[in-house]
C-alpha cells in the first residue's frame, strides 16, 4: 500500500511539474512579462484577426462603445457599429481610407448613397472625426502593443484573473507614445507617421496598456490608457473568435460620396 501512494504521488508531482513547465517556462520557471508578450505576438500574429468589442472613454469627445471585426498585420481593416450615445454609426477602414455609414438625410442628400468616404491623402484639410478613424485598426492591433512594449515599455506582471469563465494572467506595460511607435516595427513608415500623428493631435505623451493573456497565449482583453492634453482617453477592447475569417471589403464605388460634400462646413473637422 506504502508503495503505490508513493508512485501515486511521484505521478502527481511529475503532472504538476509538467503543467507549470507548459504554462510558466523552462523548469517550471515563471516567464519574464517580456517573454509573456513576446510569446503572445507571435500567437496572435498567426490568427490575424478576432472579432472585437470595444468601449472609450474621450475626454474630449466623450464616451462610445461598439463591436465589429478587426483584421491586423500586412492588411489591416476594421469594420465597426459605434455607439456614441447621440446614435449608432457604421465605420469602415481599409487600406487607410475612412468610410462611415452616412444618416438617413444624407443618403437622400447625395442620390441614395449610403457611405461617407475620408481618404487623408487625398484630403487638403481634413475632417477631425475621420481622421482619428483613419488609424484606429492600427491603434487596435494587439500584435503591435504586445511586440512594441516587449521591446521599449516598463513591464509588471500583476496576477491571474478571471474575465468571466477564461483563466488569464494580467501584465501592465508603460511607455511614451514616441517609444511605443517608434518600436512598432509591423508598421510601414507612412503607417507609423499616421499612427504617431494622431496620438499627437490629442496631445498624448504616454500610453499604459493593461493586458489579459489566457492560457493559449492569446490576448483576451486589453485596456488602453494614454495621456493626453485634457486627462485620461481610455479604450478597453475585448478579443474574441481570435483567428476568424474576415473579409472586409471597400463600399462600392457608386454607393460612396466624398466626406467634404456631405457638409462642407465641416469638412476641416
Not at 513547465?21 to 505576438?41: H, K, L, M, N, V
Not at 438617413?104 to 442620390?111: F, I, Y
Request: glycine residues 12%; aromatic residues 4%; negative net charge.
Amino acid at each position: 500500500m506504502r508503495r503505490i501512494r508513493t508512485a501515486v504521488a511521484v505521478a502527481a508531482a511529475a503532472a504538476l511539474l509538467g503543467g507549470a513547465t507548459a504554462c510558466g517556462g523552462d523548469g517550471g520557471r515563471e516567464r519574464t512579462p517580456q517573454e509573456a508578450f513576446q510569446a503572445s505576438a507571435k500567437v496572435m500574429a498567426a490568427a490575424g484577426a478576432a472579432k472585437v468589442a470595444l468601449v472609450r472613454q474621450d475626454p474630449a469627445d466623450g464616451p462610445s462603445s461598439g463591436s465589429g471585426v478587426l483584421s491586423w498585420g500586412s492588411k489591416p481593416a476594421l469594420d465597426l457599429v459605434l455607439d456614441r450615445g447621440s446614435g449608432e454609426v457604421a465605420v469602415r477602414t481599409l487600406d487607410g481610407v475612412v468610410y462611415l455609414g452616412a444618416d438617413a438625410a444624407q443618403t437622400v442628400r447625395m442620390g441614395g448613397r449610403r457611405w461617407m468616404k475620408f481618404d487623408p491623402e487625398k484630403s487638403s484639410g481634413g475632417n477631425s472625426e475621420a481622421a482619428g478613424y483613419s488609424t484606429w485598426s492600427e491603434q487596435l492591433d494587439p500584435v503591435s502593443d504586445l511586440a512594441a512594449l516587449a521591446e521599449v515599455g516598463t513591464l509588471q506582471r500583476l496576477g491571474e484573473e478571471r474575465l468571466g469563465d477564461v483563466h488569464t494572467v494580467h501584465y501592465r506595460g508603460t511607455a511614451t507614445i514616441r517609444a511605443l511607435v517608434g518600436a512598432t516595427g509591423d508598421l510601414t513608415a507612412a503607417q507609423r507617421v499616421s499612427v504617431l500623428g494622431a496620438y499627437l493631435r490629442q496631445g498624448a505623451t504616454s500610453v499604459t496598456a493593461d493586458i489579459w493573456i489566457n492560457d493559449k497565449d492569446e490576448v483576451v482583453q486589453e485596456r488602453k490608457t494614454c495621456k493626453v492634453a485634457k486627462g485620461e482617453a481610455i479604450t478597453s477592447t475585448r478579443y474574441s473568435e481570435i483567428g476568424t475569417e474576415v473579409n472586409i471589403q471597400a463600399p462600392l464605388p457608386d454607393d460612396t460620396f466624398d466626406l467634404a460634400d456631405a457638409d462642407p462646413g465641416n469638412a476641416t473637422g
